[in-house]
């Protein structure tokens, strides 16, 4: 009896903010298929996992802060990258997951008979544009269009600028202008709630700028088979459909 009095009293002294299983660095962006993943993840195998969203930016600055999670996915593979050159990240855990990919978007009927990123150019089309400074978007709307040497003929058109991405969608379902440069997968969360209703126009491959999502296992992670479980789940075959569902593509290089 008095073992078992001692079993009791040191699992009532275990406190409820114990420390999770994993922690995973995640951008912001990438919300809504990770919350699906993380909670599939942790009923599979019974474990507790804790995610911080973030710019990837922010999430880059706390691994250089030495404040260590077990699994880094930033919303771009440039962080990943210079990770990998910091000596943060475990050789060989690397991989590509999924693509962020631009896209313009129209109001309901297209109005403006938009069909090529040129067309976004002409005098008698009003449009919007993240701004270069505020939001990941509006700086690779910049270079999109710089890339196609059309920037300097598109700037004249823009009506209103916008500093977040689902700000600019706005705009378009508003029919407030003919069209905006977003990425496809806000376009899928927004019309997922009911609460937008608009037409997306692809942008060639060859002219895009489009970003990959990668992840991988940090040298910091305490939990380095469980880090790397997790690693090879969010990009195997059943997470890929969670990741399509919400407007992202598949990496296939």
Known sequence: MRLLYVLILSLLAIPAWASPDLTIYAGAGLMK??????????????????VHYGGSGEIFGMLGMGRCCDVF?????????DA?????????????????????????GNPGNIK???????SDVKITLGEPKACAIGKISKKLLEKNKLYDQVKNQVAVSGPTVNQL???????????????????VWAEGKGKV??????????????KTVPSSVTNCSENQVLAQRFNDYIASDKAIKVWEKWGFKRCTD
Not at 73 to 81: F, V
Not at 86 to 108: E, L
Not at 169 to 187: K, S
Not at 197 to 210: A, F, L, S, T
């Open 84 to 108: 990998k050159k910091n000596g943060w990240i475990k050789p060989g855990t690397d991989q590509k997951i999924v693509k962020h990919i631009p896209v313009i978007v129209v109001p309901k």
């Open 169 to 187: 969608l706005i705009y378009v379902a508003m029919n407030r202008v003919q069209a905006a440069i977003i990425r496809e997968d806000v376009v």
């Open 33 to 50: 298929p990770m919350e699906l993943l993380r909670a599939d993840f942790e009923k599979e195998q019974d474990v507790t996992i804790k």
């Open 73 to 81: 996915i930033p919303g771009a593979e440039k962080y990943t990258n």
């Open 116 to 122: 090529t990123l040129a067309d976004l150019g002409r």
């Open 197 to 210: 209703e608009v037409e997306v126009i692809r942008i060639p491959e060859r002219d895009n700028i489009i």
